[in-house]
């Protein structure tokens, strides 16, 4: 996994790109945890670059939006391709979360 992490004011946008799984998933926890912890509160994971998600992958993401809920911060995930979708589906995520299709419309929910 390849991540890419870019600032809009004070959004945070993470970019996980090829695998994310428990092999890659402590890298994006670690990033994750240091950035809220230093106060970020409105967080886009753009995974339109993500081929495959385990469910290690879907823990760090559950992670993010506890720890956001908590601190009344928020978070969107934009750019799901066909197959990571469905593993999001299966899981329930997708109720847990804001989804959309493209960039410009989760910055604009969050």
């Known amino acids: ?37 230093s106060g970020i509160q409105r967080l886009v994971f753009d995974l339109s670059g993500l081929d495959y998600i385990s469910s290690a992958g ?12 908590a601190s009344k911060g928020k978070l969107v995930l934009v ?5 990571v979708r469905e ?7 997708l109720s847990l979360f804001a989804v959309t299709a493209t960039l410009d419309e989760g910055l604009a929910k969050v």
Do not use: Y
Request: charged content about 35%; overall charge positive.
């Open 1 to 37: 996994m390849n991540l890419e992490q870019e600032r809009r004011n004070d959004i945070l946008i993470l970019r996980p790109r090829g695998r994310l799984d428990s092999s890659s998933s402590p890298e994006l926890e670690r990033v994750v945890t240091e950035q809220l912890d």
């Open 58 to 69: 879907l823990r760090v993401v559950l992670l993010a939006g506890k720890k956001l809920r």
């Open 79 to 83: 750019g799901l391709r066909d197959m």
């Open 87 to 93: 593993v999001f589906d299966m899981s329930g995520f």
